[in-house]
């Protein structure tokens, strides 16, 4: 089955209502042999287009990839990047921001880290957050000091968007090109997976009593997303919505979405000059004397 990506797209404008969007569709895959065969199909891919990244030295790729908790975002990014060259790749996790990242604005600390050009820069989780759990949690905009922000209400979310609107199309005008992925699981699956870290020794570290208070505010997470989802989707930078609840399968359609992007850069290696040619064949005919 082919993957069709523009599917899980989210359209410039759209109003998202994210129970209409599954969770779960039907496998690309026949067999775990069958999965493994295409994901390394496209690992392949990836890396000679990372390659080419490196080579013509025009665009950056920032991978953004934002879900609810054991959703699979790492899977995602160990299973997908697996054959990209660490030279040309960094990943960036963001946690709860540091006092002295508090003392700048929201999109600071992100900033900083924005991948150079032919290079591969992944977010796992990022400046979203500010519109996400911030939303969801109020009580955090006040420890970020902002004038006014907790009376402003829906204003503060408003002028967020704008902020993040206006920073993609400033780094798309500049060669970035931002590929933003949610992965969309259910809360049963979610619930099954979180049992699983308790069930499974070697799993016991990846679970935290937070996950479950978080998982309390479902709902609030859901409208945070669908608004945060509508407003910043757009046609340079738009959002795909993953299906997350089979992991084989949603690794195939992140891979797919990222070599498509890749491939409509259409890149190509630096073109020799023929005075560069004649120094190379120069040095040629001496090596072989």
């Known amino acids: 089955m082919k993957i069709h990506t523009q599917d899980y797209r989210v359209t410039e404008g759209e109003k998202v209502d994210l129970g209409k969007w599954p969770t779960q569709v039907d496998a690309v895959y026949k067999s775990k042999p069958h999965y493994r065969r295409l994901l390394d199909d496209h690992v392949k891919q990836l890396s000679t287009q990372q390659q080419l990244l490196y080579a013509s030295d025009r665009y950056a790729v920032l991978v953004i990839f934002q879900a609810m908790d054991a959703a699979g975002k790492d899977g995602a990014i160990r299973h997908v990047m697996s054959g990209v060259n660490p030279q040309g790749c960094q990943v960036f996790s963001f946690k709860h921001p540091s006092v002295a990242e508090l003392e700048h604005d929201f999109l600071w600390r992100t900033t900083l880290e924005l991948p150079a050009r032919g290079k591969i820069g992944i977010f796992n989780r990022s400046y979203y957050e500010e519109v996400l759990i911030a939303r969801v949690h109020p009580e955090i905009l006040r ?11 829906r204003h503060v979310w408003r002028d967020r968007y704008r902020s993040i609107v ?26 099954e997976r979180f049992l699983a870290r308790i069930d499974e020794p070697h799993k016991n570290w990846k679970f935290s009593l937070a996950d479950i208070e978080e998982r309390h505010f ?23 919505v993953v299906p997350a609840d089979d992991k084989p399968n949603a690794r195939l359609i992140v891979s797919q979405i990222v070599l498509d992007r890749l491939e409509g850069l259409k890149m190509a290696y630096p073109e020799t000059s023929d005075a560069r040619q004649a120094e190379l064949l120069a040095i040629r005919a001496q090596l072989t004397r």
């Open 218 to 240: 479902w709902k609030d997470y859901m409208k945070a997303y669908e608004g945060c989802l509508g407003a910043t989707s757009t046609a340079e930078s738009p959002w795909h």
């Open 166 to 191: 206006d920073l993609e199309r400033h780094l798309h005008a500049n060669g970035t090109q931002i590929i933003k992925i949610f992965l969309h699981m259910s809360k049963d699956e979610q619930r």
């Open 143 to 153: 420890t970020e000091g902002i004038p006014g922000a907790t009376e402003a209400g």
